[in-house]
């Protein structure tokens, strides 16, 4: 375990040091969640278009999955493992590149981020279902998750951690909406 833990460090540390000026500026904006405001506005607009009056079931289960991957993102992991962040890691104070003075709150495992993102990104490639939609929108949740270890708020383990989450959870809501709500309907999106 230790030597993961020590892997973790090192790859964390290489990762936050490929920074620039430029990319100071472009990862502070790609981790903002407002930033994405239109990307989701797009995607509740294809889903409409598509599903018509289902596509409220199928937008109020996106939402409980993200809301169950935040939730169980702090609530189980962060307050429980109670993994510092490296940017409040006493190991690496003068080590790391920090942005903005940004360092979130004191905990990271596992990145809230990370599993927003991915259950986003997976409840709605599993909606949509196209090639070209799972290629964009999972390069998406995976630039988002960079940019948190680009900005020194989090080790790669806890982006891995928030992902598998988030996964897990998209998953999860897809299968009930389907079981529960849509069974007749086979979601299917060929027309985008």
Avoid at 23 to 48: C, E, N, R
Avoid at 50 to 62: E, V
Avoid at 146 to 173: E, K, M, Q, T
């Amino acid at each position: 375990m230790e030597t993961l833990i020590q892997l973790d460090k090192s790859l964390f540390l290489f990762l936050n040091s490929l920074h620039s000026s430029y990319g100071d500026t472009l990862m502070w904006i790609i981790t903002s969640t407002y930033t994405w405001i239109p990307l989701y506005a797009l995607i509740v607009f294809f889903i409409v278009r598509k599903y018509k009056i289902q596509a409220i079931w199928i937008i109020l289960f996106a939402i409980l999955s993200v809301a169950a991957s935040d939730l169980i993102s702090v609530h189980l992991f962060k307050e429980v493992f109670c993994r510092l962040r490296p940017s409040h890691n006493p190991e690496f104070f003068g080590q790391i590149h920090i942005v903005n003075d940004y360092k979130g709150g004191t905990f990271g495992f596992v990145s809230s981020h990370a599993a927003n993102s991915f259950a986003i990104a997976v409840f709605t490639l599993l909606i949509i279902k196209r090639k070209w939609y799972t290629f964009s929108i999972i390069l998406w949740a995976l630039i988002v998750c960079y940019s948190r270890i680009y900005l020194g708020v989090h080790y790669p383990a806890d982006i891995i951690g928030g992902a598998v989450i988030g996964i897990l959870n998209a998953y999860l809501f897809y299968k009930l909406l389907n079981k529960f709500f849509l069974k007749k309907t086979k979601l299917n999106a060929r027309s985008f």
